[in-house]
């Protein structure tokens, strides 16, 4: 007969270790929402992009500087959801740099002018003013009219915070967003810190393993 402490002990260890494989895909989940919600809100940057270089190539004449700046909140807005904010950048042909910030603040982002290198290569940037950015840039026009729309929106705490508890709602979850270095680029609350220092002498070992994709410990 086997023994009842060796029977427990086997059956403790079975059960302790499918508990950890459910958190573990629970957790998974979530990482894979949360990148959806980053994918999603990406999506609304580039078609909003899309939509308002459209509208000022084709109903705004140039020179209506305040008609650019009216109708570039109107568009601007679109691309943000709770926890965003940013600029539009718009240039052109016949036009000057304009930077019309948009979202809770007046503010926008704090280093527009990082915009113009980054609308050339639309997708998620690192700006080192601003952090993790969304980014979305649309060309219209020909060679002598033509006009450029650059969405920069910034991923802030809220929208991660936000992201993270619809996906696991787990009051004591946290997330974290760090570059390949280390530094932290939002988190979703103030127990992500401590996560993220946990986390920080593993970055090159992660990243490495990763490949580039995301990795869930």
Do not use: C, N
């Amino acid at each position: 007969l086997v023994p009842l402490a060796v029977t427990l002990v086997i059956v403790e260890r079975d059960t302790s270790r499918r508990i950890e494989a459910e958190h573990t895909e629970r957790v998974r989940a979530g990482v894979e929402q949360v990148d959806g919600r980053l994918e999603a809100a990406l999506g609304r940057v580039r078609d909003a992009a899309r939509r308002l270089a459209s509208h000022l190539a084709s109903e705004i004449e140039s020179g209506q500087v305040g008609e650019y700046d009216r109708v570039a909140r109107l568009y601007g807005a679109a691309a943000l959801e709770e926890g965003l904010q940013g600029t539009v950048a718009i240039t052109g042909a016949t036009l000057p740099v304009l930077h019309v910030p948009v979202g809770r603040t007046v503010e926008g982002l704090r280093s527009p002018r990082f915009l113009q290198g980054a609308g050339e290569r639309p997708g998620v940037h690192l700006s080192p003013w601003d952090g993790l950015l969304l980014v979305g840039s649309s060309r219209r026009g020909g060679s002598d009219d033509w006009i450029r729309v650059t969405i920069g929106v910034r991923v802030e705490d809220a929208f991660l915070a936000a992201a993270l508890y619809e996906s696991l709602d787990a009051p004591g979850a946290a997330a974290t967003l760090i570059d390949d270095a280390g530094r932290p680029l939002s988190r979703s609350s103030t127990k992500a810190e401590s996560l993220r220092r946990d986390l920080t002498p593993r970055v090159a070992d992660l990243a490495t393993g990763a490949g580039g994709a995301t990795t869930v410990l």
